[in-house]
């Protein structure tokens, strides 16, 4: 009998069984049916508690949450628009320079320090437009992984410049910003460093995700002030900022997914790095053992989400080639042989430092055998080598 109540227990039939039993007069098997109820009810009892009080957990826990979010949404949207504060550093930073850039043609008086990693495509960016206007400047080489050198500034990543200014050391963060800040400088260095970079503010914004990001806005535009260059029209400069923009928003993307196409590749990348880059001379064995064993797999893993993050094609050689073959045609629609007409402008500029940051990679080969790139690109390294923009400085 306990057998059989015991086995009701388990089942749903209970109720209909016990009916039955009732109605067969059966007394003891009632007695273990009322038995099995008993537990039944104190159990229900149990389970509308546990869930009470889960419930209550639940609704406690979600409304801490969807105040905290409320709360950060509100902080961010009080905070969306607002300006980043700039500090000038009093004193330089106590980091000895890897290597000084001297230009022999430099009249400028500038002092500056580039805080780089040496193929990181906006610091060759950077290099490119100070060496083809002739600037010497100082290098510090930034370790990627440990960053010690660039520790005292909380914009975590470079390029950095830092300019000498009245009272002390202007940090200049994002290579297109500073790239329009010197340019606005050379066009007219009557403006002064300090003054200019009152044009470019970082704004807080948030981007198409919601995330909070800072933006400096005007980044892509020189402050002519009183006059344009007589030499460029309303058109061109239209024409340099929209290469620019492209320059950054797609054609950068392309080189990470075929860098570190394959983990093979990925090292071998990282091997030329620590060649071009002087990582023996700079850092330690130990150091740099992590930078190209952490680096090479890292970014061979990051590649193949940055190709689908920005939609390249499974060939990923193809897309470098297409956005290649794209700025050739641009130039050519301008008539050549620069972008900017006899001479480079600044979209040459850009476009040539983010190539130089895969200047003898496989990619970089092949790219050079497959698109007619080779014409522009030596054209380009001739006249940044030889600092030929240096004249266009007035000072
Ligand atoms: N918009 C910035 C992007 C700079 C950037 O993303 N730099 C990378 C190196 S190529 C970086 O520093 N990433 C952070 C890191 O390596 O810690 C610019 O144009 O300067």
Redesign the pocket.
Known sequence: MAVICKLLKFTNRCESLKKSVLFNGNSSLRRYCTFVQEPRSKRFKGIVKFSLVGAALGTAVGVIYSTQKINKARDNLALEGTQVERKILLEKPPISASRSIISPVDSTNLDLTLYQ?QS????CKVRALLDYYGVSYDIVEVN?VF?TEAKWSSY????ILLAKVNGGYQPL????MIISLLASYFYDSTNKIEELIKFYPSIALHDDKGKFQNEIVNKYFLMYQNSIPKEMTMNDIVEERKWRKWA?DVLVHTLSPNAYRTLDESYRSFEKFSKVGNWEEYFPFWQRWVMINVGAVAMWWLGDRLRRKYQLKEDVRQSLYDEVTYWLRGIKARGGPFMGGQNPDLSDLSVYGILNSIEGLEAFNDTLANTKLSTWYYAMKEKVESHSGNHLINS
């Open positions: 990693y990181c495509p906006f610091c990627p960053r975590k990543k470079v390029p963060n994002d290579s297109s950054d």
